[in-house]
């Protein structure tokens, strides 16, 4: 009975290691982690342990600045799931990548103001005109924003002067400097600098919704570890609904990890889960909003960083949203 119960005692054995075992470890690619806003939910899930809640055994997050170091983990097959600009995941499509835009995380530019020196006699929009407004880089949103502001007040966008600054660090001292008369201060900067500088201009006021963020994945990733990809979303959604209701919690935790002060983390968190545009929150749970990802497309088009038609209904997949995330809106 012994020798006939052993072959059973090692298959139930084999089973229970199996049932136990953890998921398979794996990192993320997230553009600018620890740095910009968009980031700051998937801090909220590591610390919170979301991820391993909802089923992904994530061990790391991967940071760069901008989508194209982000996009190039993932192509290598190293990556199942990333968070970059929609025109660098255009751009990558376009040229023959194998990706999917499969989740929308944030919806609007609201994190960005437009500041000035305390004394400066620049009050509205309207005093922009022949001003020098700081922006990053060529082709870069921060640039093609300047642009929408001045024709927001009614000007063209060759009635400003526009001073390439490298970042928007460098952009608070350049206007601390003098170089230029209006700094673009994204949050967390904002709330970093905010009682040394006087806004002028705020994206969700003077701005209409436009995506600036979006999850992405391969095909490869998408066929093989699917399960992952949709636990990735669940974690990050819910670190979105926490960050709504527990603000000073979720700041105390952003601040750790982007190396700010704690009140700069609670005010940026204070900030952007209250801030909306046209209705539109800053960051979203997932669910696609067509009209704000067309809107940045037009945006990145008329700067050059996107040309040629781009039909999105073929680079969309809904697939790994929640089932009340589906539908586009």
Not at 27 to 35: C, D, K, L, T
Request: charged residues 20%; contains cysteine.
């Amino acid at each position: 009975m012994r020798a006939h119960r052993l072959p059973f005692c090692l298959a139930l054995a084999c089973w229970a290691s199996v049932a136990i075992a953890p998921a398979q470890a794996e990192e993320i690619a997230v553009g600018n982690y620890a740095v910009s806003a968009n980031g700051m939910p998937y801090a909220v899930a590591m610390a919170k342990g979301f991820f391993q809640l909802e089923g992904a055994n994530v061990t790391g997050i991967i940071t760069s600045a901008g989508g194209g170091t982000s996009l190039r983990n993932m192509l290598t097959g190293s990556v199942p799931f990333g968070e970059v600009n929609p025109g660098a995941v255009i751009s990558a499509i376009q040229q023959g990548a194998d990706l999917k835009i499969i989740s929308d995380d944030v919806l609007t530019v609201g994190e960005f103001i437009w500041a000035v020196k305390l004394d400066s006699p620049i009050k509205t929009l309207k005093d922009f005109k022949g001003k020098k407004i700081g922006y990053t880089n060529p082709k870069s949103t921060s640039v093609a924003l300047a642009a929408m502001l001045m024709e927001k007040a009614g000007y063209t966008a060759a009635d400003a002067e526009y001073v390439r600054t490298g970042g928007f660090g460098e952009g608070v001292a350049a206007l601390d400097l003098g170089v230029i008369d209006i700094a673009p201060l994204p949050e967390p900067l904002w709330s970093k600098y905010k009682t040394q500088y006087r806004p002028v201009a705020t994206a969700s006021d003077a701005l209409p919704p436009l995506d600036n963020v979006v999850g992405v994945t391969t095909a490869e990733a998408a066929a093989a570890k699917g399960d992952f990809i949709r636990a990735v979303i669940r974690a990050r959604r819910r670190a979105v609904i926490y960050m709504k209701q527990n603000p000073d919690e979720a700041g105390d935790i952003v601040a750790k990890v982007y190396n700010i002060e704690p009140e700069v983390g609670r005010s940026a968190v204070r900030y952007l889960t209250t801030v909306v545009t046209d209705g539109i929150p800053y960051w979203g749970e997932g669910d696609i909003h067509l009209e704000g990802l067309k809107r940045m497309v037009a945006l990145q088009t008329s700067i050059g960083a996107l040309t040629g038609e781009v039909d999105l209904s073929k680079m969309i997949d809904t697939q790994f949203l929640p089932d009340d995330l589906k539908a586009i809106k």
